[in-house]
């Protein structure tokens, strides 16, 4: 009461903040019981009966659940991988420029494929991909001496195909991120280190690896927050709805669209959102607790 008294000016300020936050994220939440009714349109959400968990055990209990868990989890976690080493690398690279107008310039160019939505990227791939009329099948494989390859019926090569459309797609925002790390470091620490005979390599591996870890980890925990959540667009409409691709392309997100949106039944699709949400809520706290134990400061809370 006494820090109210004192500082009740700044938490005027804060009230247009907390009421377009609880208007536009808590009260929203309230939400959440349709994954433990079955909705009837006639009697509202209030008056539908409640069906416990049997939404959840219909997730669980189907022939493709195990698939869809394998494939979500398997390519979020290769993407976070990805998302680090690749991005970290360019902002490495691009932080040694001498030539800053050509630094920004491979900046822009690599943040450019960020802001194309996943129906443009779909329609690149499908260019380059097509059975006919396709690049490699038309021009590349050809020249190579090759056999056409019926790509949207191969699933053994979506697997590669989709990390990398994602990296690709990515790879621009995590370098930014990075790179605005990177210039905040104070350039002292590389004249000292400098001045005691440190190569290149060396201030990247003592000096910048070390102190941008902090933003490392908080880009680390937020994907894995999120770890059981799909890119819709990149598993819908990249593999262009082939029932061949469904074993290496099906994920939670696509499942719980073809499976119950198209149905109807929001209670089956409500609880498949909440699983998600709840899981990446866990991993989050847990992932942020192992940090902790090993580097307090690095921790995102």
Do not use: C
Not at 139 to 150: F, S
């Amino acid at each position: 009461m006494r820090n109210l008294r004192t500082f009740w000016m700044f938490y005027v300020m804060m009230l247009p903040g907390i009421v377009l936050l609880l208007i536009n994220n808590y009260i929203p939440m309230s939400g959440i019981i349709i994954a433990f009714k079955t909705i009837n349109y006639q009697e509202g959400i209030l008056g539908s009966p409640w069906t416990g968990l049997k939404n959840f055990e219909y997730l669980f209990a189907s022939k493709d659940s195990y698939i869809i868990i394998r494939n979500t989890l398997l390519y979020n976690s290769l993407f976070i991988v990805l998302n680090i080493v690749f991005p970290l690398a360019f902002a490495l690279m691009l932080n040694e420029m001498k030539n800053r107008f050509l630094s920004k310039l491979h900046q822009t160019i690599m943040f450019l494929p960020y802001f194309l939505s996943m129906i443009v990227i779909s329609y690149l791939v499908y260019g380059f991909m097509s059975d006919e009329r396709g690049y490699f099948n038309g021009t590349l494989l050809p020249a190579l001496g090759l056999e056409p390859v019926r790509w949207y019926f191969t699933k053994e090569v979506w697997p590669i195909i989709l990390p990398i459309i994602n990296t690709w797609k990515n790879m621009g925002y995590y370098t930014v991120v990075y790179m605005a790390a990177i210039i905040g470091i104070d350039e002292e620490f590389y004249e000292a280190a400098t001045i005691d005979g440190a190569n290149k390599w060396q201030q990247m591996k003592k000096i910048t690896i070390p102190l941008i870890m902090p933003v490392i980890t908080i880009m680390t925990l937020l994907q894995i927050g999120r770890i059981f959540n799909a890119d819709f667009g990149l598993f819908f409409q990249v593999p262009r709805e082939s029932g061949a691709l469904f074993p290496v392309t099906n994920v939670i997100d696509t499942y719980v669209y073809r499976t119950f949106l198209t149905v109807g039944d929001i209670g089956l699709s409500s609880a498949a959102g909440l699983f998600q949400s709840v899981v990446g809520f866990v991993l989050v706290f847990i992932s942020n607790w192992v940090v902790r134990r090993f580097n307090r400061e690095n921790a995102l809370f």
